[in-house]
Structure formats: C-alpha cells, structure tokens
C-alpha cells in the first residue's frame, strides 16, 4: 500500500510524529530480483562527483546497497543516522554499506556531510539503477521517479544474498536482520 495525500502530524508534549494520508495500492512493493540472482552492475557518481561501481565495492567483500528515497527526508534521516551510529558493527560483521538515492551527488554530499555519515551516498539521478533493482517508484505514487527504501546485499561474488523492500517507503529496515544477513554473506553461511 502507498500513501498519498500525506499529512505530519506533531504529538503534543511529545517528541513524536505520525503520517496521516490515504492509502492506495498502486506501489509495487517487490523487486524484479531473487536471492541468489547476480546483482545488476553499476557505475554511480559519488558526492564529489566522482564514479564508484559494484565491483569496486565488492573488492573488499560483501556491500549492502541501502536505498533511499530523498535526502532531508525524516525517516530517510532515521534511518542513514541509524546506520551511521552502528557502522562499526557493520564493518565488524565483514561488510560495508553505501547508500543510493536519485538525488544529485551534490544533494547527497551536503546531506550526508551534514549527517555526519561515514560510508558514501551514490547518485542514482536518471533512476536507471533503482530500476535494475526493481525499486524505482512508479508516477503512480507520491513520490514519483524516487527510489522506495530498500536494502540488498551483495556477495563478494556478486550475487545477491538479501532483500528487503519496504512496503511503504516510511518504514524502516529490521537493523539487526541486515547485520545478521551481512555478517552471514561475510562467512559464507548463506
């Protein structure tokens, strides 16, 4: 389900917000993708502009593609800073992360500094990507031509190990199941 017509709400008293808007099912919330199935290639800008691929990524093992749907955006904050704040426990577990949007490389470079992250954020600004990926949203939904969050790991080998695609893009990844999943692609236990 998508919501559309999206409404923030501030609880009073609280440091709490919620999502107000009227669902429809016009989003497809399944990538075109199956574990086990090689990853799609690519070749991005990073924030300074310069090109980064898959297979320089995955030289130093497993990769979690993390993609998001816009910078500034609350829950796309959450969940960066998040990742951010437990980056150590993701390189532990054998693994790196990069974060992906259809933003431009200088959106995500500002953005990213501003939120201190310490793993890059490519630019995937056509969206030719996200749709390899099968997580390019359709002009159907409320935000037309972005990427739906969404988390894939990658092997060493290429292949792809995990998948998770957010049903609506205002949810989060389960942290500690991409930790896991990451940690078991680094010891080949999947």
Known sequence: MALNNISVFRLPQ?????????????????????IGSSAPGFELP??????LSLQ???????????FFPSVWGFICSIEMTTFRDRHSEYLSA????????????MSNAVWGQNLGLPFHLLSDIDGKMS????????????LP?????????ISKEGKITYIWVAEEPSMEPDYDE??????????RRL
């Open 14 to 34: 609280r440091n709490a917000f919620y999502l107000e808007g009227v669902l429809s099912d016009t989003m497809d919330r399944s990538s075109t993708l199956d």
């Open 46 to 51: 990073m924030e300074n502009g310069s090109l």
């Open 56 to 66: 320089a990524l995955l030289k130093d093992g497993p990769v979690a593609l993390l």
């Open 94 to 105: 054998g693994g790196s992360l990069v974060g992906i949007s259809t933003q431009s490389p």
């Open 131 to 142: 749709d390899s990926y099968g997580v390019l949203m359709g002009e159907d939904t409320y």
């Open 145 to 153: 031509g972005r990427s739906n969050r969404a988390v894939f790991i």
């Open 178 to 187: 991409v930790l896991q999943k990451l940690r078991d692609t680094a010891e």
